[in-house]
C-alpha cells in the first residue's frame, strides 16, 4: 500500500504538458539580478560594490548569522549596481546586479574530496559555504537545518512528492540528475550517521521510482517509498505522518519526531557543493500554464528575469491573468516580469482569464468541507468566523499558528471563501499580538 495521511485533495495534476519534457537549459541573459534575501532568515550583506569584476560562483554577498546563507554569482561579469530591485516578496529588496560578460569564468572552488572520511561539521561547512537553501521553495539555510537535526534524527526522509499541480521540476531532476541525488544522500547519511534513508515518491510516477531504485540498489539502508497521490502530500509534516505513522508536535520542528526532511533538488544540491565545491546557484523551473506557448522544464541560472524564461518558452498563447511563482496552491503572485529567479523557485505559472474562480460575494454555507480536508487536522469554518471579527485570541486558540497554508480549504469551499489569504492574516496578527 502507499502511504498517506488524513485530509488532503485531489486536484487535477496538469503536468502532463511538462513531465515528459527534458530539461532545456536556458542561456543567462545580459543582466541578473542577485537578491541579498534568497532564504528564510538574516539576509546577506553584500561582498562587492559598483565596479567590481565577479566569477561565476564568487560570492556576491554573506552574514555571520546563523539562519542565512551566501549568495553567489551565477555568471561572470561585472556589478553595475548595489540597489534595490524587486523582489517575489513584492517589495524592494538590496541587489546585487551584475553585467554577463559571456565568459563564465569560473571562480575557484574546493569542496570536500575525501568526504567519505570527514566528519560532520567538515561536510555542513562546505553546505554552507556554497549557500545551499532548500528547493522545495521554504528556502531554509540547509546548514542550519543539518546543525540542529544531527542526533535526535533516526530517519532521513529525501521528499520527492511533488504534489503541486503543473510543476514537474523534482520529476525531471529524478530522471536526469539520479546519479547526483543518490550521492546527495550518502553525504547525508554521512552527516547522520547509520539512519533510515527513504525517498519518498507519489506512485503517480512510476518511471521514476523504478530509476530510482536501480539507482540506489548498491546502497544498503535506501529505500523508495510509494506515496499516494494526493495533495499536500509533500508537507513536511504529512510526509512524516504517511511514512513513520508520528507527529510532529504542534509549534516543533521535524527533529522532535527523530526525523529530517530534505527536498530532493537540495540533496543534488548538496552533492555538488561537498564533491565538485560548486555553490547553489541554478534551478529546474517548470514553466507552464494556460497562458504561455510551449511549456518547458529550463536549467536556470539563479538572477535570471522571468521575462527571459517567458521568453524561451515561445511567450503567451492567449493574455495571462495571473502570474505565479510557485505551484497554484502554496506559490505567491507577482505583478511583474523583471523578479529574478531565486534558489527556491521551482515554477513559474500563467493563467489565463476564464481560470478565474473569484465571486463577487464569498459566502459560508456551513458544509464542513474545509475540515474534512485539512491537513492539520485544524477548524477552518471557526478560525475564519473569528478572524472576520478580529478575535485574534481565539484564532491563536484555534492553533491558526498551526496553519501551514496549503490551500486545500480554500481550493474545496463551495461558498469561495479566502481562507487561506484570511488565515496568513490572522497569523500575522497573533504573531503582533505575541510581541505586544
Do not use: Q
Given at each position: 500500500m502507499s502511504a498517506s495521511f488524513r485530509g488532503g485533495i485531489h486536484p487535477e495534476p496538469h503536468k502532463e504538458s511538462t513531465s515528459r519534457k527534458r530539461v532545456e537549459v536556458?542561456?543567462?541573459?545580459?543582466?541578473?539580478?542577485?537578491?541579498?534575501?534568497m532564504h528564510i532568515g538574516v539576509p546577506c550583506e553584500p561582498a562587492v560594490q559598483k565596479g567590481d569584476r565577479v566569477l561565476r560562483g564568487q560570492k556576491l554577498g554573506d552574514s555571520a548569522a546563523f539562519i542565512s546563507a551566501p549568495v553567489h554569482a551565477s555568471v561572470s561579469g561585472v556589478v553595475t549596481a548595489v540597489e534595490k530591485r524587486l523582489h517575489s516578496s513584492g517589495a524592494k529588496l538590496l541587489s546585487v546586479v551584475v553585467e554577463n560578460d559571456g565568459l563564465d569564468t569560473p571562480a575557484p572552488v574546493s569542496?570536500?574530496?575525501?568526504?567519505?572520511?570527514?566528519?560532520?561539521?567538515?561536510l555542513i561547512a562546505a553546505i554552507r559555504e556554497c549557500g545551499i537553501v532548500g528547493h522545495g521553495g521554504a528556502a531554509f539555510?540547509?546548514?542550519?537545518?543539518l546543525r540542529s537535526a544531527?542526533?535526535?534524527?533516526?530517519?532521513l526522509i529525501i521528499n520527492a512528492a511533488e504534489c503541486e499541480p503543473y510543476i514537474t521540476a523534482d520529476?525531471?531532476?529524478?530522471?536526469?540528475?539520479?546519479?547526483?541525488i543518490v550521492g546527495g544522500m550518502r553525504v547525508l547519511r554521512r552527516i547522520f550517521g547509520q539512519v533510515r534513508v527513504c525517498l519518498a515518491i507519489e506512485k503517480n510516477k512510476p518511471d521514476a521510482i523504478a530509476l530510482m531504485r536501480r539507482a540506489m540498489k548498491n546502497d544498503p539502508g535506501f529505500e523508495v517509498v510509494e506515496l499516494e497521490t494526493k495533495y499536500p502530500q509533500g508537507g513536511e509534516k504529512q510526509i512524516i505522518r504517511a511514512i513513520t505513522g508520528r507527529e510532529v508536535p504542534p509549534g516543533k520542528l521535524p527533529s522532535e519526531a527523530g526525523c529530517c526532511v530534505m527536498n530532493v533538488d537540495t540533496s543534488a544540491a548538496v552533492w555538488r557543493a561537498v564533491a565538485e565545491g560548486v555553490p547553489d546557484t541554478e534551478r529546474i523551473v517548470t514553466i507552464s500554464g494556460s497562458a504561455i506557448a510551449v511549456p518547458k522544464n529550463l536549467l536556470v541560472r539563479v538572477g535570471t528575469p522571468v521575462s527571459a524564461l517567458v521568453a524561451a518558452a515561445g511567450g503567451f498563447a492567449v493574455p495571462p491573468q495571473k502570474f505565479i511563482m510557485g505551484g497554484p496552491m502554496m506559490g505567491s503572485a507577482q505583478f511583474s516580469l523583471d523578479v529574478p529567479v531565486l534558489k527556491a523557485t521551482?515554477?513559474?505559472l500563467f493563467f489565463s482569464e476564464n481560470e478565474d474562480r473569484r465571486v463577487r460575494t464569498?459566502?459560508?454555507?456551513?458544509?464542513?468541507?474545509?475540515?474534512?480536508?485539512?491537513?492539520?487536522?485544524?477548524?477552518?469554518?471557526?478560525?475564519?468566523?473569528n478572524a472576520m471579527r478580529g478575535r485574534w485570541g481565539e484564532c491563536e486558540a484555534l492553533n491558526v499558528m498551526d496553519c501551514m497554508e496549503c490551500g486545500a480549504c480554500t481550493?474545496?469551499?463551495?461558498?469561495?471563501?479566502?481562507?487561506?489569504q484570511t488565515f496568513r492574516v490572522a497569523k500575522a496578527r497573533v504573531i503582533e499580538r505575541r510581541k505586544k
Open positions: 536556458l542561456p543567462p541573459p545580459r543582466e541578473l539580478i542577485f537578491p541579498m534575501s569542496g570536500v574530496p575525501d568526504w567519505e572520511n570527514a566528519g560532520p561539521d567538515a539555510p540547509t546548514h542550519a537545518k544531527v542526533g535526535p534524527v533516526d530517519t520529476h525531471r531532476a529524478l530522471l536526469e540528475r539520479s546519479a547526483e521551482n515554477a513559474v464569498p459566502v459560508c454555507i456551513r458544509c464542513g468541507r474545509c475540515i474534512s480536508v485539512c491537513p492539520m487536522r485544524l477548524l477552518p469554518t471557526y478560525m475564519y468566523m481550493y474545496e469551499c463551495p461558498g469561495s471563501l479566502h481562507l487561506t
